[in-house]
């Protein structure tokens, strides 16, 4: 099989090359799948570079965001069979013809779901559906603030607040990418190129501020959106895509009577170091369950901005890397790839 392989930490420009390598044989537990679609996101590129939270062992291949078809199960794997159409989090292995991952994490999708839509599903729709449910309880006439609005997370965030119910102001970089967020449900949009946000909040809030902020971007976008909080607001740190960690105020929370929390779906997908992802089966079948079952009454639809061959990895990565893609870019694998 073809395959983006990583042997040593870099710029991805560099260290991800295309080259051939064995196809893998499931053991006890394992399954075999064929990958059909794989995501990329900004995330990429630090595991890449060697700079994510936990790095990945060496060899690596890209992507943790994978949907295709069981090619082989191993002995004792129950929850899948050969032929199954399949969305997989996985540690890495998107980014070639096959796969081998752990037979709980592959989750059974629809057959009216494409495999591009499902990859987009298994990470970006679960994250926000387990951060804006089970953390920050988003409730229906409540105000959900989301930033990086047409990003894959973003918009995943966009709809899943307007299936509770909630009000969805979406903040994006650019007209266009506006246009997507208000186009997935969101009732305003906001352009942070064109005007403060927290001015442009409390304007379309009478000065009330939201309920919930959906925060993936960090740095002072963090600090200006405690800000922007109504009383007894929450906010939701996801990610750090401005490339800044920052320091929360306090007195801001105390003032308010507010609160900050943080979503991890890695941490039950297994990420986090010394833990096991059998110890949260039940909780991710949960989360993946509620956002099917979102899909199935079509409150969902998720947007596939680029799709892009194995060859062209890089130039995929690029495009989302400057922040060209609306919703969610992907790689899809051919018959050459396997």
Not at 214 to 228: K, P
Not at 282 to 301: A, F, H, N, P, S
Request: overall charge negative; proline content about 4%.
């Amino acid at each position: 099989m073809r395959a983006i392989v990583v042997r040593e930490f870099g710029p991805y420009q560099e260290k991800a090359v295309l080259e051939t390598m064995d196809k893998p044989v499931a053991g006890p537990g394992e399954v075999v799948v064929q990958n059909r679609a794989a995501g990329v996101s900004f995330a990429m590129s630090l595991n890449i570079a060697g700079k994510y939270q936990r790095k990945a062992p060496l060899p690596y291949i890209p992507s943790s965001e994978v949907a295709g078809v069981v090619a082989e199960v191993g002995e004792g794997v129950t929850r899948v069979q050969v032929g199954q159409r399949v969305m997989c989090n996985v540690d890495s292995g998107g980014c070639a013809g096959y796969n081998l991952v752990r037979d709980i994490c592959c989750h059974p999708i629809p057959d009216d779901l494409g495999f591009a839509e499902a990859a987009a599903m298994i990470t970006s729709y679960t994250t926000s559906y387990g951060a804006l449910i089970m953390r920050a309880g988003l409730k229906e006439g409540e105000v959900l603030l989301v930033h990086g609005a047409a990003g894959g997370v973003g918009l995943a965030a966009v709809e899943i607040g307007k299936a509770l119910g909630a009000k969805v102001i979406a903040v994006a970089g650019g007209a266009s990418h506006c246009e997507t967020a208000l186009a997935h449900g969101a009732d305003e949009a906001i352009d942070h190129q064109k005007v403060d946000f927290r001015e442009a909040v409390l304007d379309l809030t009478d000065g009330r501020g939201v309920d919930v902020v959906y925060d993936s971007i960090g740095g002072d976008v963090t600090l200006q959106s405690i800000r922007a909080l109504a009383w007894e607001g929450r906010l939701l740190t996801i990610g750090y895509a401005s490339g800044t960690i920052p320091d929360i105020p306090a007195n801001r929370l105390l003032l308010k009577n507010a609160s900050v929390m943080g979503f991890n779906i890695g941490h039950y997908y297994g990420w986090t170091p010394g833990v096991d992802r059998s110890e949260h089966v039940q909780t991710v079948d949960k989360i993946v369950r509620g956002v099917l079952d979102q899909y199935e009454k079509g409150l969902l639809r998720p947007e596939i901005g680029a799709r892009y061959s194995l060859e062209q990895f890089q130039e995929a990565l690029d495009a989302v890397m400057n922040r060209k893609v609306d919703g969610k870019c992907v790689i899809e694998l051919t018959d050459k790839d396997y």
